[in-house]
């Protein structure tokens, strides 16, 4: 389970695992909200894991709204699919993981490589994690 902040294009996290339920998203969406507070909403697709309860309560618990993408168009969820794609063909494409445990570890190095080291044109070519520090920076001249 990729997730992808869609105004920093940062990815978040690569959870790995042989399946991810519900409980899953929502171990991932709290460990990720403790980080970074919770998000104002969850976009995702009608698959069972993000329509699950669990993830329904969690949302209300911590106050976010879920946005669900309209079956057959991906094009209303494109930053994480444009993402996965790049993540498949650039990397796992070409891998073979002897472990779960493997797996999870390259696809951590990759999702670091991925935020500290790939510009984006919608950034003015800033890496995720210096569009996020640039961002930061303004706020704080904008509070002072």
Avoid at 44 to 65: N, Y
Avoid at 82 to 93: H, K, P, Q
Avoid at 101 to 119: G, K, S, T, V
Wanted: glycine share 6%; hydrophobic share 40%; charged share 25%.
């Amino acid at each position: 389970m990729n997730v992808i902040d869609e105004y920093s294009r940062e990815c978040l996290a690569i959870d790995v695992a042989r399946s991810i339920d519900g409980d899953g998203v929502v171990r991932c969406l709290d460990r990720l909200a403790l980080e970074r507070g919770a998000p104002r909403y969850v976009r995702s697709d009608h698959g069972p894991e993000f329509i699950a309860f669990a993830v329904a309560k969690w949302c209300r618990l911590v106050g976010t709204d879920t946005v669900f993408i309209d079956p057959g168009s991906p094009w209303q969820n494109a930053w994480i699919k444009s993402f996965n794609g790049r993540l498949r063909d650039e990397y796992l494409n070409g891998q073979r993981f002897e472990t779960l445990f493997e797996a999870q570890l390259l696809l951590e190095d990759w999702r670091i490589d991925y935020d500290m080291n790939r510009p984006h044109s919608a950034h003015g070519w800033l890496t995720p994690v210096e569009f996020v520090e640039a961002w930061l920076n303004q706020q704080q001249l904008v509070l002072a």
